[in-house]
């Protein structure tokens, strides 16, 4: 029998960023690998290039059984608003996982920082592996570019990032030097490891280093 993978990502085709991308590329391959694969999503509200006003709720898309969730609007520019919705969405996901079959493992990307405990809670209910994929280091990033500035908002994302790092199975990161940072944050180094963001070599290829970009600049 299949093994079985949930996969949480507030980003998933038809939208079009790096999150969506990267994550349908790792289902997709999943898929391809034998794996059935479950992936958990919100549903579109930006970065489309569909005009449809409403996306199905679940379908299936390359093999791969996806369900989005309802959104909540709002304001984007406040902080505590901000984390707000990202602790709705955390429950929102950790609901939805809650009334499907059980799975294997469990693969979350973060950001946003509280779905990290969505899934870990899941994949510890249903005694399968957690998988944690570090994009960005939150809170870490939001407060180097001045973004988050209220020390108890700090405290709450440093206490949610130090569960995160404890209590998942595995954490990936795409970089040594973000290893280095959750090694020191107290990731044991045998859970922590750098799965490099891919790229379609044969469709991305590096041009000449002198040409006339690079001189003009």
């Known amino acids: 029998m299949a093994k079985k993978i949930l996969l949480l990502t507030i980003s998933y ?6 999150a969506a991308r990267l994550f349908s590329e790792l289902a997709e391959q999943l898929k391809e690998k034998g794996f059935c694969v479950t992936v958990i999503t919100s549903m579109p509200q930006r970065y489309v290039a569909d005009d449809k006003e409403k996306f199905p709720e679940e379908e299936e898309l390359n093999g791969v059984k996806v369900y989005r969730l309802p959104m909540v609007s709002l304001p ?28 294997d493992a469990v693969i979350v990307y973060s950001p946003p920082l509280p779905l990290t405990m969505a899934g870990i809670k899941l994949a510890q209910k249903w005694r399968g592996i957690s998988i944690v994929n570090v994009q960005d280091l939150y809170p870490q990033s939001v407060i180097d570019l001045g973004l988050l500035k209220n020390p108890l908002l700090i405290s709450l994302a440093r206490w949610i990032e130090r569960r995160a790092y404890r209590y998942a199975d595995f954490i990936t990161v795409h970089s040594e030097g973000n290893r280095e940072y959750v090694i020191e944050h107290d990731v044991a180094e045998s859970k922590a490891h750098v799965v490099f963001n891919w790229v379609d070599l044969e469709k991305y290829r590096p041009g000449p280093l002198k040409n006339s970009l690079r001189e003009r600049l």
């Not at 085709?13 to 790096?18: E, I, K, Q, T």
């Not at 984007?76 to 079959?101: C, D, I, M, N, T």
């Open 76 to 103: 984007k520019q406040v902080p505590l608003l901000r984390g707000f919705e990202h602790f709705f969405v955390a429950f929102q996901y950790w609901l939805k996982g809650g009334h499907l079959p059980s799975h």
């Open 13 to 18: 085709p038809p939208v079009l960023n790096s």
